[in-house]
Structure formats: structure tokens, C-alpha cells
């Protein structure tokens, strides 16, 4: 693979780069309805990368045997994970409208801008995805290089860098940036989003302190998905708003998120109807838990160094020939600038940049990707999950920790672009000194995994891996097996890519009522039962269901 040479800049900024990220361009008015001047290299966000802790959005820190029991408020209410931990009944998120979420974000006592409107905010966030100077308010996807080649510009096929990673610029994304999805937030509009999940993590905490404060209570997640997806396969795009919630009482450890476990296990009362559930999730997002939990849509729950906003897009592939046809993840972080707010792209965690795994490559960040594999090597073999085994894919773990080692995107699309794997082992033929170097630290182990196992257990925790590229791996080592949820089955449709589906064709039976919930893949199904296990120890209800819904050789 070819990358796209930077423009020349002093050998520092470049190292700079390198190490944190990418530049970008930042407006310089005020507020947000003055158009931007000239682009400027700006650290602010550099910065705010080197001094901030990395989460990985999927996995955990925190293990079972780390967690203690604060007890349940409600010992005998079972707890159904399909209403307290993954909801998707369409009475229920219905309740919640998108243009409620983009209004939270630009309130003035919150944006600090009393002329940001949900509309401009959006038109900037999706203007990212083209070339300058477009709208003039934020970044663009070619700050740091022109989109090569030249010739595949006009066809959305060309790729510029971000952080010397290959990006694709620009998108068809970008129509957004001109599109109307407040106005009418109906099912017939198909260029509204609709609410298709509520999505409790708290599983995500972060690890306590040398004191055991937790400094948060995990991530609490809203999935929306354009109308147009619903019955067009070809013109889909995912917005999750996955907002990381301080602890409000960290000084009391784990307790102190107490008021919102309970919460999410109140909504396994099954003689809630449907629409209930949804206004109850709905104030929680919007309005909190008073008097100690304020807001979960805040713009501070999205910022550098707490949670993100990540997006699954795949629009506007039904079009005239030649149509790009590519699936690619990206992740934003809300940012406080220059009196306004705005929505920036930013590293996709964990998902490090698939040249750090070619043979023959000298890019700096090798080394630290060398490291984090070697220091995490007993997650890697199946210690960060219930059953702590090198059999169970629920106990995989891996996190980048190098600064400016993950990817601005991960493609699932094009092999040289998102899946690792590809990149060591073109043609079979394994890079030789990643191979080497791990292992060195399996034998140090006494495990009788492979390099290749290694690397393919490392590739489960990428999105694109998670996504599309493990889908029924079975060379993980061990009897692990990733979920094939491309197949399906009774209960779950055949998804590729996604997740979840938005699709109208795959709705399945509501848990409550008589309605329809949107579907989840059989791999989210077998995720969830790690998740409850999680609730299930922090709350002290016991082991549950023995069911065990994840695949097995």
C-alpha cells in the first residue's frame, strides 16, 4: 500500500502530529454564523489528546473479580436484558427525537453561543467529511493532504491522510452538510434519524484510583440510523451518542452510580407498557436523575477524554455508476472553541492504523504498538471477561495506548484499509519481526497460541474486526469463536456489518406489547451476556440465566 506523502512542514510539527494526531482547521470567528477566515494550525487539540486517558468504546477495564456487590434497590425485580441494558422496542426509543439530542448540545449555557443552532451544528459536523473551504466552520478532510489520486475525487474513491493514516476524501457523507433532518422527523422523511436503541454500559467504567474513587459510571448510549436505511440497504448512516457519565459521588467508590444502576434494573418491570419505558430513558437523557446526576446528553460527556460520538456510513451508494460502495467507521469528539461549539473528527479506538502491521514499515508508532501487545498479552489470551479463559471470546481485551496509533477511520470496505490481519499476513506470509516479537512474549506466557491467533484476537477488538473481519473467526486460538452474525438465525437477521439493524425487513417481536423492536446481530446477543453478568455482580442478583448465547467449536 502507498500513502500519501504530508505537506511539508517543520520536522517538529510533523513529530507532533504523529504522536497525537492530526491538525486540523479551526474557525476563527466568534460564534458560529460568521464564515471561517484562512486555516490555521491549531495545538489546542493536540494537547488535549496527550493529557487524555484512552477508553476503549467496547471493552471494559474493570474485570468481574474487581467489582463488588453495592446491593439492588429492587433484589427481586428480574433483570431482562433486552429492557435494562440493550432496548430496542420502537414504542420505547421512539420516545426520544434526534433534534432533541442536537438542541441539548447547543444551548447557550452549554455551547456558549446564543446563535448556534441544531442546524449549523450538524452542517459543520458532516462538512468534515469534504474539502475545504466548504461551510468554512470546522475541519475538512483534506487539512493535512490533497485527496489522491486526483482523478477519483469526482467519484468519492480518492484518500487523503489524517495523522499520515489513509482517509477517504471526501465522502458522500458530505450531502449532509445541505440535507434537513429537523424539520420533519417523520418515518416518511428519509433524511430524519430515528432512535433505534438505548444502550446501558455501564461495564465501561473506568478503573478506580490508589483511594477507590471510580471517576465514572460507564457510558450510556443512543443509536440513531437515517430513515432512508429503513428500506435501502444502500443509503444507511448510524449515529451513536455515546456520553461517558462522571461518577457523582466518587468519594463513595462504586456506590456512588448507584442512583443510575438502579434506574436501568427499574426497567425490567415488565408492567411498564413500552411508551412508558421510552419517556422514563427519554428524562434520563435529557434531564438526568436529579438532584445528583444531571444530563447524560451534555456536551461534556462527548469531549476528549470522555466519551465520543461514532458513526457506522453507508450513504448515497445506490447512484449512478461508478458508486464507491464502502462501509467505514468514524468517531467525533464535541470541542469548545473560539466562543462557539464544534463536532470534530477524531481517532476511532481501538483501532491502530494498518501500516504498524506491515512487514518492512518504519513508522515511529511500531513500537508502541509493539508494547501494548506485549504488556497486555493476558487480555489478549482471555483475561479481561467473566470466564477469564483463552476459550471465551467475552474475556478478549486489547486497548491502544500510544498517542496517535489508532486510525481516523476503519474501513470495511477495502482489506488494506480496516483489517488488520490483511496487513501482517499479505499473501500468507506473516510479518516476521511483529511475529517474532510476539512470540517471544507467548512463550514468556506459556501459552501455545500463535502470532497469527494473537494478531486475529487483536483485530476482534477493532471496530472493522468487530464489525465485518471476525465475523466466524475460528483461528483465535483455543475453542474461542468469534459470533458469525452474517448468517443469522431465528431470532437474529443476517447483518454483515452492522450491529444492530434499522431495517423495516428485520424488525422482530417487541419484548413489551404488541409492537416491533428494532434487531440486534447474534454477536451483540452473545456480547450481552458479559454485560449482565457485569450488572448483574455490581447489583448482587445472582448468576441469572445459564444461558450461554455465544458461539462455541
Not at 462 to 473: E, L, P, V
Not at 503 to 510: H, N, S, T
Amino acid at each position: 500500500m502507498s500513502y500519501i506523502e504530508m505537506p511539508a512542514r517543520p520536522a517538529a510539527v510533523i513529530s507532533l502530529c504523529l504522536a497525537l494526531g492530526s491538525s486540523v482547521a479551526w474557525p476563527l470567528a466568534g460564534h458560529a454564523q460568521t464564515v471561517v477566515a484562512p486555516t490555521t494550525f491549531n495545538l489546542q487539540i493536540q494537547f488535549q489528546r496527550m493529557n487524555a486517558a484512552p477508553h476503549h468504546p467496547e471493552r471494559g477495564e474493570v474485570t468481574l473479580d474487581e467489582l463488588t456487590s453495592m446491593g439492588a434497590n429492587q433484589p427481586q425485580l428480574p433483570l431482562d436484558r433486552h429492557l435494562s441494558i440493550f432496548v430496542t422496542d420502537v414504542e420505547t426509543v421512539s420516545q426520544i427525537k434526534f433534534s432533541e439530542v442536537m438542541d441539548q448540545l447547543v444551548q447557550v449555557k452549554q455551547s456558549g453561543d446564543p446563535f448556534l443552532t441544531r442546524t449549523i451544528l450538524f452542517h459543520q459536523w458532516w462538512d468534515s467529511a469534504g474539502q475545504r473551504p466548504g461551510l468554512g466552520l470546522g475541519p475538512h478532510c483534506d487539512d493535512e493532504s490533497a485527496p489522491m489520486p486526483a482523478s477519483g475525487i469526482v467519484f468519492d474513491t480518492a484518500l487523503s491522510t489524517l495523522n499520515n493514516f489513509p482517509y477517504r476524501c471526501p465522502r458522500l457523507e458530505v450531502a449532509e452538510a445541505t440535507s434537513d433532518p429537523f424539520t420533519d422527523e417523520s418515518d416518511a422523511n428519509k433524511n430524519a434519524y430515528s432512535a433505534i436503541a438505548f444502550s446501558n454500559r455501564f461495564d465501561l467504567i473506568g478503573p478506580p484510583d490508589n483511594r477507590k474513587r471510580f471517576p465514572d459510571c460507564g457510558e450510556y448510549r443512543i443509536v440513531f440510523a437515517r430513515n432512508s436505511g429503513k428500506s435501502d440497504g444502500l443509503n444507511r448512516n448510524l449515529i451513536i451518542f455515546e456520553a461517558r457519565v462522571p461518577n457523582p459521588e466518587p468519594e463513595n467508590g462504586l456506590s456512588g452510580c448507584r442512583p443510575i444502576l438502579d434506574f436501568w434494573h427499574s426497567l425490567s418491570d415488565t408492567s411498564m407498557s413500552a411508551v412508558e419505558r421510552g419517556k422514563k430513558l427519554h428524562d434520563f437523557y435529557l434531564k438526568g436523575l436529579p438532584p445528583k446526576v444531571g444530563p447524560i446528553v451534555a456536551i461534556d460527556h462527548y469531549k476528549i477524554g470522555a466519551g465520543q460520538i461514532r458513526t457506522n456510513q453507508f450513504m448515497l451508494n445506490s447512484g449512478a455508476p461508478p458508486s464507491p460502495v464502502d462501509w467505514t467507521l468514524r468517531e467525533f469528539k464535541t470541542l469548545r472553541t473560539n466562543g462557539t461549539l464544534i463536532i470534530v473528527p477524531d481517532s476511532v479506538k481501538t483501532n491502530p492504523g494498518n501500516i504498524l502491521f506491515e512487514a518492512g514499515a518504519t513508522d515511529p508508532r511500531i513500537g508502541s504498538l509493539n508494547q501494548d501487545i506485549r504488556v497486555q498479552m493476558k487480555n489478549i489470551l482471555g483475561g479481561a471477561g467473566p470466564k477469564k479463559g483463552v476459550d471465551d471470546v467475552n474475556s478478549i481485551g486489547f486497548l491502544v495506548t500510544g498517542k496517535g496509533a489508532n486510525a481516523f477511520e476503519s474501513d470495511e470496505h477495502d482489506l488494506t484499509l480496516g483489517d488488520i490481519f490483511a496487513a501482517y499476513d499479505p499473501f500468507g506470509v506473516e510479518n516476521p519481526t511483529l511475529k517474532a516479537n510476539i512470540q517471544e512474549t507467548l512463550t514468556l506466557a506459556g501459552s501455545s497460541l500463535s502470532p497469527r491467533n494473537v494478531v486475529k484476537r487483536v483485530r476482534t477488538q477493532t471496530c472493522a474486526g468487530c464489525h465485518q473481519y471476525s465475523n466466524g473467526d475460528s483461528d483465535l486460538g483455543g475453542k474461542a469463536l468469534w459470533p458469525d452474525k452474517s448468517t443469522g438465525d431465528s431470532t437474529h437477521p443476517k447483518m454483515p456489518f452492522t450491529q444492530e439493524s434499522e431495517r423495516d425487513q428485520d424488525l422482530r417481536a417487541a419484548i413489551v406489547g404488541g409492537g416491533k423492536r428494532y434487531a440486534i446481530s447474534l454477536a451483540v446477543e452473545c456480547f450481552l451476556d458479559f454485560r449482565e453478568a457485569f450488572m448483574r455482580t455490581a447489583l448482587g442478583l445472582g448468576p441469572g440465566t445459564s444461558v450461554d448465547n455465544c458461539p462455541a467449536k
